[in-house]
């Protein structure tokens, strides 16, 4: 089976703009959850979508978003881009909604200037 | 709130000695448990994980990690370091279902 893919896996942005981070998971999985990991705050939990709804949310504004999508694959959107949001941003995947035991995907590294 | 401390940001082992990383948890409910391995520029792999079977668990690579309720304690031990065992270890609690909370990580160098 394939692993979890993230694309793009580097990317550039501007302040104020924003972007659109793609997590595919590994067939027949349901669950997707979307980490940040950062040097100064570590890895912090964003968000998790299973079967198409926001089952469980961390504690990040509003300017993060994310939605999943009928064959599983899920986005998450950053609006309003600050330099703090320069990070690592990994998408797991799991079968089901309490499997404990979820894949990582590569990350994409996103970089604010 | 679950939460975990990690002891050691950096931990230095010689090649062939016993790698110990500690990890002590903190949690209202019985503790689902958890090691990751991080290599540069990768994603996290789990390594192992307590779902409150046995309190002593088997993972890859030849690590195992043993929960103990009263230290509330979950160490990550492999009897001998290999050079590919340098990388980054997060221990990690379940927050319910796949919210998973991160310990801040360790870092282990092996030396040959």
């Known amino acids: 089976k394939a692993g979890v893919t993230q694309t793009p896996r580097y990317l550039i942005k501007t302040r104020g703009q924003q972007v659109t981070l793609s997590c595919s998971p590994i067939s027949g999985h349901r669950s997707v959850s979307w980490y940040q990991q950062t040097p100064g705050q570590g890895l912090q939990f964003l968000f998790e979508?299973?079967?198409?709804?926001?089952?469980n949310k961390g504690n990040f504004p509003g300017r993060f978003s994310g939605r999943q999508f009928s064959n599983s694959r899920s986005e998450m959107n950053v609006s309003t881009l600050e330099l703090g949001d320069s990070a690592l941003y990994l998408c797991?995947?799991?079968?089901?909604?309490?499997?404990?035991?979820?894949?990582f995907g590569p990350g994409t590294r996103l970089t604010v200037t | 709130a679950q939460s975990v401390t990690q002891l050691g940001s950096h931990v230095s082992v010689s090649e062939g000695a016993l790698v110990l990383l500690r990890c002590n948890y903190s949690s209202s409910v019985p503790p689902y448990l958890f090691w990751y391995v991080q290599y540069p520029n990768q994603g996290l792999q789990l390594l192992l994980k307590y779902t409150s079977a046995a309190t002593l668990v088997k993972g890859i690579n030849g690590f195992e990690a043993e929960f103990k309720k009263s230290e509330t304690s979950f160490h990550l031990t492999k009897p001998s370091a290999h050079m590919s065992d340098a990388a980054e270890y997060f221990c990690?609690?379940?927050?319910?279902?796949?919210?998973?909370?991160f310990g801040a990580g360790t870092i282990l160098r092996v030396k040959s």
């Open positions: 990690a609690v379940s927050e319910g279902g796949n919210k998973l909370v």
């Open positions: 979508y299973f079967s198409e709804t926001q089952r």
């Open positions: 797991a995947s799991s079968a089901e909604a309490q499997s404990y035991e979820q894949y």
